[in-house]
């Protein structure tokens, strides 16, 4: 058993850095490339782990290379795992370009055999999920696999953080089995149709998500921090910066992965949410996803800098 169950795809991350996009048809020189670790579950346990988390991984992989990278990443941050093998796919892999100058990146994940994880194997790792005392899960793998161990997670009594990502068309039912829901500012405007690109707007779309069933909404606002709103209080935390921005990738997964943490630790929400943030600043003055999650003694040392 863990503390901290994860949900989610493990994929190859394959970096390219260049000036801008390529237009249909069209050919770009790139300025650099990185093979490293990714997905978005895979992401979030590493960065639990790294930030003091007991944590277990719940994914299918391939029999491939990229599956052997999987388990070094994980073995390397102390990650556990339970994991199906299915050697009739292939491990995830994504796409990442990478803006020279920015850090800014457009991706395009193909979640492989993690992209065929069933109901049924959900249920075969109930007693796990069950037995969490967090529960994060979210939208690259099957969305009726998300929903199922969702339920199974509420039911053992476990905290739920659903990350809504990549953005789709969520029910009532499953909106009601998360005690957190953490989008990003197009997420939520996805989930909710209402635009936010203001503080104000933030908070309007984090109401329509808890008219839907939502507990708590901890909304990730890039440079300008995160909010949480409940149905009693609503609170801005700024930004954690730790230095220049050099590659957004997997923020948002490492801020999930250090909420679940404090969490865990029985921080205040709003303490959790700001434990959430210094993870993620860290992580954006270092290239790559996983790799880029801070371990703990950094966290603290930045949050005790004020």
């Not at 300025?31 to 003091?52: E, R």
């Not at 850090?103 to 992209?115: D, M, Y």
């Not at 029910?171 to 104000?200: F, K, Q």
Request: glycine letters at 12%; charged letters at 20%.
């Amino acid at each position: 058993m863990s503390d901290i169950v994860v949900l989610g795809i493990f994929n190859a991350d394959t970096a390219y850095h260049a000036d801008r996009m390529p237009r249909l048809g069209e050919t770009v020189l790139g300025s650099g490339f990185v093979l490293g670790p990714g997905g978005k579950g895979s992401n979030q346990a590493v960065a639990a782990a790294k930030a003091g988390g007991d944590v277990t991984i719940v994914t299918r992989l391939g029999a491939d290379a990229f599956a052997d990278l999987g388990r070094a990443t994980w073995a390397e941050a102390g990650v556990k795992s339970a994991v199906t093998v299915d050697a009739e796919s292939h491990t995830g892999a994504a796409f990442i370009f990478l803006q020279n100058g920015t850090g800014e990146n457009a991706i395009i994940v193909s979640p492989g055999a993690a992209g065929r994880i069933d109901v049924a194997e959900i249920d075969s790792r109930a007693a796990l999920i069950g037995g969490a005392k967090v529960f994060i899960t979210q939208l690259e793998q099957p969305i009726p696999a998300a929903h199922r161990a969702l339920q199974i997670a509420r039911a053992g009594g476990a905290r739920t953080i659903l990350n809504p990502a990549p953005a789709a068309a969520l029910d009532d039912a499953m909106l009601a089995l998360c005690d957190y829901i953490t989008p990003n500012e197009s997420e939520a405007e996805g989930l909710t149709g209402l635009p936010v690109t203001t503080l104000a707007e933030a908070e309007a779309a984090a109401d329509a998500l808890m008219a839907r069933g939502v507990g708590a909404v901890v909304m990730t606002l890039g440079a300008k921090g995160a909010l949480y709103r409940d149905r009693t209080r609503s609170v801005h935390v700024p930004a954690v910066t730790a230095g220049p921005v050099v590659d957004t990738t997997g923020a948002g997964d490492a801020f999930n992965g250090g909420f679940a943490v404090a969490l865990t630790e029985g921080r205040d929400v709003v303490e959790a949410v700001r434990f959430g943030c210094a993870t993620a600043g860290i992580s954006v003055t270092r290239p790559g996803a996983a790799t880029a999650s801070p371990r703990r003694a950094e966290i603290e040392a930045l949050l005790a800098r004020g």
